[in-house]
């Protein structure tokens, strides 16, 4: 290996990031395993006429196409459901493959390759140290969550993508801990999340997860997504339980 066109996506997209962490183009070329020319030639945009490598694409644009009709004709399908006529279209793919195609745009796929390319090499005993958290909201009639629908930005008052509903069903907002080492306690969410009450949370049930999983060992907390603008510019706290 030694072209830009040998580098596959994820090592190209290694490079980006070891590159804004104050990397040099040796240290670099060192840790992904390719000639330091090559890093030097995709930092600065130039290719040469090979032909690239990579993982193929599982799906063709026009596949996408028909997906996207099929989610058109009614917008509150599982993705079971759209899976299973995307396949009788002639088209096989996996849930997870409906799940990029329909609900992930560019930027948040690009977000989601550059967090798992900075943890690529974490070994199991890195991530037997970390905690993670997460809530959810359980509707007590009706199904959880009430009903989904697929939709652009825009298209929020579209008549076909509205559903009745009751307007105030009664509902629980449930958030946890859980680790390789176990679970932590739940909590019973009975106020609006803000950044206030969610430091709260992490106060009474965080910590005392922590403590309970790892003693006096030091772990790394993750936040959920749905967590993080409690707790502004921090995706991965690194702490030590007291």
């Known amino acids: 290996m030694g072209k830009t066109a040998d580098l596959t996506a994820v090592q190209k997209a290694i490079i980006d990031t070891l590159k ?3 990397k040099t183009q040796k240290e ?19 290719s040469v006429g090979r032909k690239k490598c990579g993982k193929k694409r599982c799906t063709t644009r026009r596949g996408d196409r028909t997906l996207r009709k099929i989610v058109e004709k009614d917008r509150f399908q599982t993705l079971g459901d759209l899976r299973k006529q995307w396949t009788e279209s ?3 793919t996996s849930r997870a493959t409906v799940h990029r195609r329909v609900l992930l ?11 798992a390319t900075e943890k690529q090499h974490w070994t199991v005993a890195q991530w037997s140290k970390v905690l993670f958290s997460d809530e959810s909201k359980f509707c007590m009639s009706f199904r959880n969550q009430g009903a989904r629908v697929w939709r652009k930005t825009g298209e929020k008052e579209m008549p076909k993508c ?14 946890g801990a859980m680790s390789a080492a ?7 969410i009975k106020v609006r999340v803000n950044a206030a009450s969610y430091q709260e949370i992490l106060e009474h049930f965080m910590l ?4 309970k999983l790892y003693g006096d060992e030091d772990f790394v907390f993750h936040l959920g997504l749905h967590n993080t603008s409690a707790v502004p510019q921090a995706d991965c706290l690194h702490a030590t339980p007291h």
């Open 90 to 92: 002639g088209v096989e």
């Open 105 to 115: 745009n560019q930027k948040q796929r690009q977000k989601r390759l550059t967090w």
């Open 182 to 188: 176990g679970v932590g306690p739940l909590c019973f």
């Open 28 to 46: 670099i070329s060192e840790r992904i395993g390719c000639s330091q020319s090559a890093v030097s030639r995709h930092l600065s945009g130039k």
């Open 162 to 175: 509205l559903k009745s509903s009751v307007k105030y069903p009664q509902s629980v907002m449930v958030w």
């Open 208 to 211: 005392p997860s922590a403590e």
């Open 20 to 22: 804004r962490e104050g």
